[in-house]
Each structure stands twice: as C-alpha cells, then as structure tokens.
C-alpha cells in the first residue's frame, strides 16, 4: 500500500495516453481501439456469459493439468532427490527436458490424443511437471545435514525422516517449484488454447483476430492478465511468503 | 535382560555385562597433593577402547582421532578440552552413534533395560539443529512423537521439561523468534525430554556471549544436578570445562589424542577467583603450550 497513490496516477496516465492517442487518429480504429471501446467489449462479453464460460473452461483444464503436474511431479522430485542412482539417470533426462518449451509438445500431443481435451492436458502437464520435479529433487537434495543427523540422533529413520524432516526442510524450495509450475502451465495452457482452437480463452483471443475485433483481442488480454495476477498473488505469493515467514528466512 | 545390542562397534550393554566394576579410586587434585577425596562408588557408564577415525580428503587421509581410550562414570560431568579441528566433534559423533570409527570400540551400559527407545545417546550440536518448521514446543515433542507414548502425556511431559530450561512461556513461539541462548536452551530441553543415558555436548556455548554463557552454564550446573545425567560436554575454552566438568579431558590435535586428564573435587559452584582455579587453569594452558606450542586455547573473555 506505499505506493497507493503513486500506482494509481500512473494507471490513470496510461489510461489517459491511450484515450488520446486513440482519438487523435494516427492509427486506425482495428489498430488501437480507444479504451472505452475495450471496456465495452469487456462488459458485453461478460453479460453474454461467452467470457465466463470461456475462463471456466480455461481455469478447468488449468487446474486438471497442474493436479496431475503435482501428482507426478511431487513424488518424483522425491524419489530422485533421495537416490543418487534415479538422480543420475531419470533426474538428467527431466533437467534436459526442462529446456524444451513446453508447447514444442502440442505436435506429439496431437498426433497421441488426436484434437482432443487430452492433447491440451497433456501440453499443461508438460509445461508444469519438469520445473515441479525439478524443485522438489533440488529441494530435497539439498537439506541441511545437521537436520538429518539431529533427526536421526533422536531416532527418526526410514519414512519418518523423510517425512518429517527432509520433506519439511525442504518445503520452501517446493513452493517456489508450484509457482513456477503454476505459470508455466498457465503459459501453456494459453499457447496450447490459441493454437489448437477449442474453446477457452485462447479460442476467444484467435476468434478476435478472425472477426479483425481487436478490442476484443485486448479485452481478452486484459482477463488474462487478470486471472494470473489473481493467482500469482492471492495464491502463490502469499504461500510462498507464509513459508518463507514460518520457516525463519525473512528473518536474517 | 541381558540385552546386548550389536551394532558395528557400538554396542549397548545393560548392568549384566559389566566385565568389571571400577571402584571408586581416590585422587589427588593438581597442586594439593594432600587432600583427598572420596566419591561414591561409580559404575561406569561409557567405555572407548583404541579408536580411531580417518577421513578422506581432497588432501588425503586426514587422521581426526588416533588409539583414544576413555571411560566415563555414570553421572559423571566429563569435559573434553581441545584445541580447534583435533576432533571433539568427530569423537561425540562416533559416541552418538552417527558415524562408526574405524576400529576400536565404544561400550554404552544402559542402567535401565529400554525397550524401544533410539534415543539413547543425544547430542547437541555445536549450531543448535531446532527446525524452523516447528514450534519451540514440537521440536522439544518430537522424539517423544517417535515413541509410543499418548499425546497428552507427550505435552506434558515437554512442558515438564520446557519449564526446567525456563522456556515455558515460549512454548508457541517459532524457532527464528528466539534469541542463541534460548535456542541452545531448546536443544537441551529437547534432547533431556527423551531421558537419555547419555548427555552429549558440542560446544553448546561457543556462540553465546559471556553473560549469557555464564548463566547458561549455572543452569545446567543445575539441571545436571537435578536429572543425575551423565554429560560428555566439548569446549575450547579451559574456564568453562573447569567450572562445569568433574573432570577435564585435554585433547591435542592432529591426530586427535588425549593428552591429559584432571580431576577435580566435587565442591560446587566453581569459584573462578578461587586460587585453585587460576592454578588448574593456568596449568592446563601451560601443559596445552607444552605439547603444542605455536597454538593457543581460547581465553575467556573477561569484563
Ligand atoms: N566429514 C569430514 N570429512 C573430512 N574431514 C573431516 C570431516 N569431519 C571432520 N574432518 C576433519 O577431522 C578433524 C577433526 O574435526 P572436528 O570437527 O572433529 O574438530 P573439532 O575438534 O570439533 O573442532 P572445532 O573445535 O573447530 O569444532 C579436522 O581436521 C577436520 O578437517
Ligand atoms: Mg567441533
């Protein structure tokens, strides 16, 4: 809230400099709507309940695919954190994987699934599952041995250590992974949405472009925009910081 | 219940196994050779035999511990006294079970014939080991949650021990809210919770400035007295391991070997100004000079 007042006249600016730039038609109207068209478009879309049913759709497969993400990618992180032999191996292929947009999926999806609910699935969970994995494993791979001794000098071996002190140690390391997770298969999602079309938002982005409606193209954009901040910091930003608190590391 | 349990050079003997029963020798005290004094009969409680431990290096093998041989008393207050890297910690390491030496043995003998408990030897380590994730009051109840024992009971019996290291009002606090000396406190309610046979020490102190180690050792002075613990307590510092142990233990290192030991009267609290303190003090800087020269034991910092 420090900058309250600060943000608020910046956004108003902004605003401001789209109005008149719209209006002093240097560009035409399919090229930069003014923003009372966009809010228009915006507020129609929404009665209609096309926007609604759109972000439903989106939001259903975005969480389908990180479920699964979560389902695979957590254990797995786990397993080739904790054997060396599993890290050596799998491990490698999962970091060389990692630099693979995920999106370069969505031909070997459709030739798999076919133009269907699973091929979007699958480019999500692709997109989600490697850096979910990736984090866990380094997560924990990386727990402070002084933990481990001090848990296993009070008698803690097998399953319980691991989960009640290598999981717990290394749960910050895991949450910046579900973020990280989160966006990237948001980010699929949206390319998989747009390329492939079938409802959705991304449909409802290529669908502005085809009918040359681009305050719609905005419109759109800016729900995106919306959904992923909603996300971002209702969500992840606040677990991860309550982690972060709990577990002592804002507090030098 | 001749329960001997057998691991890899670390064994567990109950009152059964005893080979024999050291009796309780007079001695003498450096520089008052005519004084003598008479302890209760002791039970040994502790026994290494001719251990060693190496470890492997970017350098090479570094010996940390060469033929060390030590015995300690049931309740006795042992302190070890050594210079930096001549390998105290490594030996409560071997002593806590953590690591096995390279030969030689170690011999615990249990007085009670515990069942199921794990939790025989604790340390605290040099950095207090607390988890952050945890409450002050889940990390003093986390041993006790690995044993079978009700829940209820569980609390009570840490907010037992919470209290005797005066930490009750911050049971529901997180790790990081708590200052070094409260951590260490911590720790030591943690481990004395499970009632272990032995009590083992890292250097718990190190950290602490000089007010607030001095009341920490008077409180485990007394937390010593109260519970009949046996304690092997590390240090480097000659001042902290004459006002504590019953014994000093002096290490020298590279490789780790015991150099000497000193036995002092049960008379407690330790005066510091008292002269056969300054003498044992400064005996036992001389004789570490003697053998090492070049190196130098930490000097408590006064005033
Ligand atoms: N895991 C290890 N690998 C290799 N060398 C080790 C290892 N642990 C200890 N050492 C070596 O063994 C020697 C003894 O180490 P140790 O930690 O026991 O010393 P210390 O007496 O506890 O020292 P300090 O007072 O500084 O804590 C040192 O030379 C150290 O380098
Ligand atoms: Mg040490």
Redesign the interface.
């Known amino acids: 809230m420090r900058f309250f007042w600060g943000k608020t006249v910046f956004y108003l600016l902004l605003l401001l400099g789209w109005f008149l730039l719209a209006h002093s038609g240097f560009w035409p109207e399919y090229m930069l709507p003014p923003p009372e068209k966009v809010f228009q478009t915006l507020g129609a879309g929404v009665r209609s309940g096309r926007y609604l049913l759109a972000v439903f759709i989106s939001i259903r497969r975005l969480l389908l695919g990180y479920l699964i993400s979560l389902a695979i990618g957590i254990p797995l992180g786990m397993v080739t954190g904790k054997y060396r032999w599993l890290d050596e191996t799998v491990g490698s292929l999962l970091l060389g994987l990692q630099t693979l947009p995920s999106i370069c999926w969505l031909p070997l999806s459709l030739l798999w699934f076919g133009l269907s609910e699973q091929a979007i699935l699958f480019v999500v969970v692709m997109g989600a599952v490697l850096s979910i994995t990736v984090a866990t494993n380094s997560g924990v791979k990386n727990v402070a041995p002084l933990y481990i001794r001090a848990g296993k000098n009070m008698g803690a071996k097998g399953a319980v250590l691991f989960l009640r002190i290598i999981l717990p140690a290394a749960l910050p390391s895991i949450v910046i992974g579900l973020k990280q997770g989160w966006s990237f298969a948001w980010r699929s999602l949206m390319a998989g949405e747009l390329l492939f079309i079938n409802l959705g938002l991304g449909y409802l982005l290529m669908m502005g472009r085809e009918l040359n409606n681009m305050a719609q193209v905005i419109a759109v954009m800016f729900v995106v925009v919306m959904l992923g901040l909603f996300f971002d910091r209702l969500l992840f930003s606040r677990l991860e910081k309550a982690v972060r608190r709990r577990w002592g590391f804002d507090h030098p | 219940m001749n329960e001997a349990r057998a691991l890899p050079c670390l064994e567990t003997l109950s009152d059964h196994d005893r080979e024999e029963e050291p009796t309780g020798a007079p001695f003498f005290l450096p520089g008052e050779p005519s004084r003598l004094y008479n302890r209760p009969k002791p039970r040994l409680k502790l026994e290494i035999r001719n251990v060693a431990k190496t470890f492997a290096s970017a350098k090479g093998l570094i010996r940390a511990l060469n033929n060390i041989n030590l015995a300690v008393q049931e309740g006795e207050f042992a302190c070890i006294l050594g210079p930096s890297g001549c390998g105290k910690s490594t030996l409560l390491?071997l002593i806590?079970g953590?690591e096995l030496p390279d030969h030689g043995e170690i011999r615990l003998y249990s007085s009670q014939a515990k069942k199921d408990?794990?939790?025989e030897?604790?340390?605290i380590?040099q950095?207090a080991?607390l988890?952050?994730?945890?409450t002050v009051l889940e990390n003093v109840l986390?041993?006790l949650r690995?044993?079978k024992l009700g829940a209820k009971e569980s609390k009570e019996r840490a907010m037992r021990f919470l209290a005797l290291v005066k930490l009750e009002n911050f049971a529901n606090c997180?790790?990081?809210?708590l200052s070094g000396g409260m951590k260490q406190r911590v720790a030591l309610a943690?481990a004395l919770v499970?009632d272990p046979e032995l009590l083992l020490m890292d250097e718990p102190f190190a950290a602490l400035d000089f007010q607030t180690r001095e009341k920490l050792q008077r409180e485990l002075e007394e937390i010593w007295r109260r519970t009949k613990k046996t304690i092997i307590f590390v240090t480097h510092n000659v001042e902290e391991a004459i006002t504590l142990g019953d014994r000093v233990i002096l290490f020298s290192g590279q490789p780790g070997t015991v150099k000497q030991e000193y036995a002092l009267p049960p008379s407690r609290p330790r005066q510091k100004e008292s002269p056969f303190f300054t003498e044992l003090a400064a005996e036992i800087k001389r004789d570490f000079q003697v053998q090492d020269p070049g190196r130098e034991l930490v000097e408590q910092v006064t005033g």
């Open positions: 390491h806590a953590l408990s794990n939790a030897r604790l340390i380590f950095e080991a988890f952050p994730w945890l986390f041993g690995l044993q997180f790790i990081h809210e943690r499970l």
